[in-house]
């Protein structure tokens, strides 16, 4: 990848985050959480803010078995 390009982070219904590049439409069933920067900039905000890997989904399930 280019060294240069910017990139935003992306989050799903479920949850889950993705880097896209800012340049490039983003994808249907994402939205721009609001964070740009380099890639590794990106990748250390995802890191801090995305904790727990499970989909949404999959947590209010096992949430609601355990109740």
Do not use: F, H
Request: glycine share 6%.
């Amino acid at each position: 990848m280019d060294e240069n390009t910017r990139y935003q982070v992306l989050r799903n219904d479920e949850e889950q985050y993705s880097l896209w590049p800012v340049d490039i439409e983003v994808p249907a069933g994402w939205q721009p959480v609001g964070k740009e920067g380099t890639e590794a900039e990106c990748s250390a905000y995802v890191d801090e803010v995305w904790t727990d890997m499970r989909p949404k989904s999959l947590r209010e399930r096992m949430e609601n078995a355990g109740a």
